[in-house]
T-cell receptor
Framework: DAGVIQSPRHEVTEMGQEVTLRCKPI?????LFWYRQTMMRGLELLIY????????DSGMPEDRFSAKMPNASFSTLKIQPSEPRDSAVYFC????????????FGEGSWLTVV | GENVEQHPSTLSVQEGDSAVIKCTYS??????FPWYKQELGKGPQLIID?????GEKKDQRIAVTLNKTAKHFSLHITETQPEDSAVYFC??????????FGSGTRLSIRP
């Protein structure tokens, strides 16, 4: 069974450009999470969707970040405009019925903003 | 809100020896405690978890113990092998319906 699929795996972009990260959760999972991982701040939850509806977006850094989940099998995380401090690994993850159950992570999208 | 502290941040053990990583938490209503392993260049993967109605759980060389009174839980890896080298994260599912991750422990297994 396919796991969580993220694209792109690696992205290098110039400051000010728009970045779009994509995620396909595990089929049948109704909860989707976007995390950011850096050495300084560890694993941070950015946003959590349940049944395609954003439940907790308190971790979204600022208005430059936005996330959508138009259907049960696809989500995007967009950064516009990107800044060097956005450089991090962004993980998408999914679970059955919320964060109180096993969360399955994708392989991550490694973003470098120069 | 929930606060999760994980120790140590780095751990080096001789192959074949045991490794123990400990996490403490603050919300006494927390009821789910998973452990994740992250290998280089990959996403974290669940290796074992425990719920608050159980004090210990084992899966081959890996075990987790939970002390609800003291609000701490530990990961135990016995007979360590080179493939155990990774970063390990504890996590706590709190009463606020949030999962909070610890800061991670980098485990190195010396041959």
């Amino acid at each position: 069974d396919a796991g969580v699929i993220q694209s792109p795996r690696h992205e290098v972009t110039e400051m000010g450009q728009e970045v779009t990260l994509r995620c396909k959760p595990i089929s049948g999972h109704n909860s989707l999470f976007w995390y950011r991982q850096t050495m300084m701040r560890g694993l941070e939850l950015l946003i959590y969707f349940n049944n395609n509806v954003p439940i907790d977006d308190s971790g979204m850094p600022e208005d430059r970040f936005s996330a959508k989940m138009p259907n049960a099998s696809f989500s995007t995380l967009k950064i516009q405009p990107s800044e060097p401090r956005d450089s991090a690994v962004y993980f998408c993850a999914s679970s059955l019925q919320g964060p109180g159950n096993t969360i399955y992570f994708g392989e991550g999208s490694w973003l470098t903003v120069v | 809100g929930e606060n999760v502290e994980q120790h140590p941040s780095t751990l080096s053990v001789q192959e074949g020896d045991s490794a123990v990583i400990k996490c403490t938490y603050s919300d006494s209503a927390s009821n789910y405690f998973p452990w994740y392993k992250q290998e280089l260049g990959k996403g974290p993967q669940l290796i074992i978890d425990i719920r608050s109605n159980v004090g210990e759980k084992k899966d081959q060389r890996i075990a987790v113990t939970l002390n609800k009174t003291a609000k701490h839980f530990s990961l135990h890896i016995t007979e360590t092998q080179p493939e155990d080298s990774a970063v390990y994260f504890c996590a706590v599912y709190s009463s606020a319906s949030k999962i909070i991750f610890g800061s991670g422990t980098r485990l190195s297994i010396r041959p």
